[in-house]
């Protein structure tokens, strides 16, 4: 089977109210929340993008996304698993597997789709060559960002090429840039989705032999444009969360950034302006620099490194 997106990501808190609060400065509207759980979604056509469940801090699991019900059906019993019953917002169905790792992976299927939140216009940029915004200003309102959609997540891994093998062989994942150390070692990959000739993100999962030891590294949220990412900065800097690394631009997959640490230090990011490939781009090898690597902004922190 293909994968056709991410889905979702799942954590546990001891405070939902506190994440609650998080989420809502970082860019996310709750959905829903009791006294166990909490779900938020984005501005795009996701039911949820991030689920909490009260417990000691930690990260719970992935959601990937099937392109239907028949590919849902197809991993089930190619892996021995139960097809089950999606609990959160949209509904849909699930099968739940666990990566090399142990890391909870769900795929899933039939999720209904609400409506889709209107962004705020876009501004007009004026640039040396091309001046287009004439004759009147440009105002941006402040306040969070306008986050869209679950872009990526990371993932850092005991054995580069064991997990791989693991995605590759149920998702259908390409590689985008493998992480090459030397001609006989790397450590990690970005993986896209293989959507044919429908561009999809550079990289919906990387995954890292990380000397930290397996276990998350952190999640990625696209974000309406540049304007409402530096918006979301001012915002998320006032309510006096951390930051960790940003605002820069990637060499790898090319977006602008700007990473931040929930109230139990996982880390989530805000970006925009991604590369868009399609299966026809191939594969290329990186080095650890490039990973690293920015075209401008801070360089990465040890925490990112």
Request: proline share 7%; glycine share 10%.
């Amino acid at each position: 089977m293909k994968i056709e997106d991410v889905a979702f990501v799942r954590f546990r808190a001891p405070d939902l109210d506190r994440m609650r609060g998080f989420l809502q400065d970082f860019g996310l509207r709750i959905v829903d929340q009791d006294d166990r759980r909490l779900f938020a979604r984005g501005a795009g056509a996701s039911p949820v993008l991030h689920m909490t469940e009260l417990g000691e801090p930690g990260f719970a699991g992935l959601g990937l996304r099937a392109a239907s019900l028949d590919d849902l059906e197809a991993l089930a019993e190619a892996e021995g698993a139960a097809v089950g019953s999606l609990d959160a917002p949209g509904g849909g169905k699930v099968v739940t597997l666990r990566d090399p790792d142990g890391h909870r992976i769900d795929v899933v299927a039939g999720q209904q789709a609400p409506d889709e939140t209107p962004l705020p216009a876009p501004g007009v940029w004026n640039s040396a060559r091309d001046p287009r915004r004439l004759r009147r200003v440009e105002r941006t309102a402040p306040g969070p960002s306008h986050v869209v959609r679950l872009g990526h997540c990371v993932l850092n891994v005991s054995d580069f090429r064991v997990s791989e093998r693991w995605y590759k062989e149920r998702f259908g994942f390409i590689t985008s840039d493998e992480i090459v150390l030397s001609p006989s070692l790397s450590v990690g990959a970005f993986l896209r989705c293989d959507r044919g000739d429908t561009p999809t993100d550079h990289h919906t999962l990387f995954i890292v032999q990380s000397p930290k030891g397996a276990g998350f590294n952190h999640a990625a949220f696209e974000v309406a444009d540049l304007d409402d990412l530096t918006a979301g900065h001012d915002r998320l800097k006032a309510a006096g969360f951390t930051p960790e690394w940003g605002v820069g631009r990637h060499v790898l997959g090319s977006q602008v950034f700007d990473y931040w640490r929930d109230p139990w230090g996982h880390t989530l990011e805000h970006w925009t302006d991604g590369d868009l490939l399609t299966a026809a781009d191939g594969s290329s090898n990186a080095s650890l620099q490039d990973l690293v690597g920015v075209h401008w902004g801070p360089p990465a922190p040890p925490t990112m490194a």
